[in-house]
């Protein structure tokens, strides 16, 4: 940190009470938004916070003027958050921000406009990302993590305030958003459900009158719900809305809705391009789509074993361990073809034998009756049509349609 005088501290103190005072007089949301921003680590902020180090009397400068002291409950302890974050003092730094926070919630709730909109996404964001770095503090110090909880607390008293009728209410899918992201990181996404159902039934809200940034995300992490859920369909739904909506310059954005779209797609068996994995860096779905393409379950297992961690992280991993009956209806489907291109008469004839010898090239060693289970399975799953010939080993393929097309709508490259 650079020196500073206690005059130029003086003045950068004074002049950021003088820029607070006139974006609340003015109601000029975009200035008072800037100057919420506490980790954004912006130069003007982080040289008050320098300032704040050296003059320790800001209290007494907010109390003694008329026009700083009616907004002194949000002031004193945002000014002491600046302070504590430059200094390194995570805990603190969230401690007084939270305080702060409160004190705004309960001047936001007197403007009857919605003009503090965006100071007040700020706010939201800012709870999140400080509590989650105070509570890193906490466990490095051997300390309970707990202040992410209580930033989910408080976003849930934000969440009450917009959600009410009036021109607020377009708030409510961001601090919804922001709260998604707090369950998700805590791992109590069944907290979520509420927050859900206020938003999709409540008859005040409607959908496409919140921003595009917001109704991207919160379809983002409600189609990551129905993949945990394994409600395929209704995940495929929702994340196919939110890579349709999502600003296409923004890549990062786009490579993560797709590490989820993607095995949903699979699952419902569409397979995307190579180009799509290529273009997105999403190289970790190379060995499963091949796998899925050429009927090769050992591909696909290596595939899952050579990325488990990532795949267990992002929580994907169960839904692309049960695309092996895929992997199979693949295999039996070309040993189908090939069979068609010799005797197209007996083509639906499809011999265990031949099945466990294509399995046994693939250096997968199964048994005719292991076989047997696993394409009983296929049929009653729908995934082929047709019935076995028990005595000679054989599953007779439906004439008409032996592989049905499962439902879903492609990935576009």
């Given at each position: 940190m650079a020196y500073v005088s206690m005059g130029e501290?003086?003045?950068?103190?004074?002049?950021?009470?003088?820029?607070?005072?006139?974006?609340?007089?003015?109601?000029?949301?975009?200035?008072?938004?800037?100057?919420?921003?506490?980790?954004?680590?912006?130069?003007?902020?982080?040289?008050?916070?320098?300032?704040?180090?050296?003059?320790?009397?800001?209290n007494?400068?907010?109390?003694?003027?008329?026009?700083?002291?009616?907004?002194?409950?949000?002031?004193?302890?945002?000014?002491?958050?600046?302070?504590?974050?430059?200094?390194?003092?995570?805990?603190?730094?969230?401690?007084?921000?939270?305080?702060?926070?409160?004190?705004?919630i309960q001047e936001?709730?007197?403007?009857?406009?919605?003009?503090?909109?965006?100071?007040?996404?700020v706010i939201a964001y800012e709870i999140r990302v400080l509590a989650e770095r105070a509570?890193?503090?906490?466990?490095?110090?051997?300390?309970?993590?707990?202040?992410?909880?209580?930033?989910?607390?408080?976003?849930?008293?934000?969440?009450?305030?917009?959600?009410?009728?009036?021109?607020k209410r377009v708030g409510a899918l961001y601090v919804t958003c922001q709260l998604f992201k707090i369950y998700f990181k805590l791992g109590t996404v069944h907290l979520c459900r509420s927050v859900i159902r206020s938003i999709e039934t409540a008859r005040i809200f409607d959908f496409e009158e919140f921003p595009a940034r917001d109704k991207v995300t919160y379809m983002y992490y409600t189609g990551r719900l129905e993949v945990l859920n394994e409600n395929?369909?209704?995940?495929?739904?929702?994340?196919?809305?939110?890579?349709?909506?999502?600003?296409p310059d923004h890549e990062a954005n786009t490579r993560m809705i797709l590490k989820y779209l993607i095995p949903v797609k699979l699952s419902i068996g569409i397979i995307p391009k190579d180009s799509l994995l290529e273009k997105y860096k999403l190289v970790e779905y190379r060995d499963i789509v091949q796998a899925l393409?050429?009927?090769?379950?050992?591909?696909?297992?290596?595939?899952?074993?050579?990325?488990?961690?990532?795949?267990l992280r992002s929580g994907v991993y169960l839904v692309l361990e049960k695309l092996e009956l895929q992997v199979y209806r693949r295999l039996i489907k070309k040993i189908y073809i090939m069979q068609k291109q010799k005797d197209p008469n007996k083509a639906h004839q499809v011999k265990l034998e031949v099945i466990v010898k294509a399995l046994k090239w693939l250096e997968m060693d199964m048994d005719i009756d292991e076989v047997e289970c696993i394409v009983a399975i296929l049929i009653y799953k729908n995934l082929i049509k047709g019935y076995f010939a028990h005595k000679s080993k054989v599953v007779v393929l439906s004439k008409q349609d032996p592989f049905p097309k499962l439902n879903g709508k492609p990935i576009n490259s």
């Open positions: 501290a003086h003045r950068r103190i004074t002049e950021y009470l003088e820029r607070f005072s006139d974006a609340v007089l003015s109601q000029d949301g975009a200035a008072l938004r800037q100057l919420l921003a506490v980790s954004f680590n912006s130069p003007a902020l982080l040289s008050l916070a320098d300032g704040l180090n050296v003059f320790q009397d800001a007494r400068l907010i109390k003694q003027s008329d026009k700083y002291v009616q907004h002194s409950e949000i002031l004193v302890p945002l000014l002491r958050s600046f302070q504590s974050y430059r200094l390194g003092h995570l805990v603190d730094a969230y401690t007084a921000f939270e305080k702060s926070a409160n004190a705004f936001f709730r007197n403007w009857e406009s919605a003009w503090a909109l965006e100071a007040l996404y509570d890193r503090e906490l466990a490095s110090n051997g300390k309970t993590p707990e202040k992410l909880k209580g930033a989910g607390s408080f976003l849930m008293k934000v969440f009450g305030v917009l959600a009410g009728k009036g021109p395929f369909l209704a995940a495929d739904q929702k994340l196919s809305y939110a890579i349709t909506h999502c600003n393409r050429q009927g090769d379950l050992r591909l696909l297992r290596c595939g899952l074993q050579d990325h488990e961690n990532r795949f």
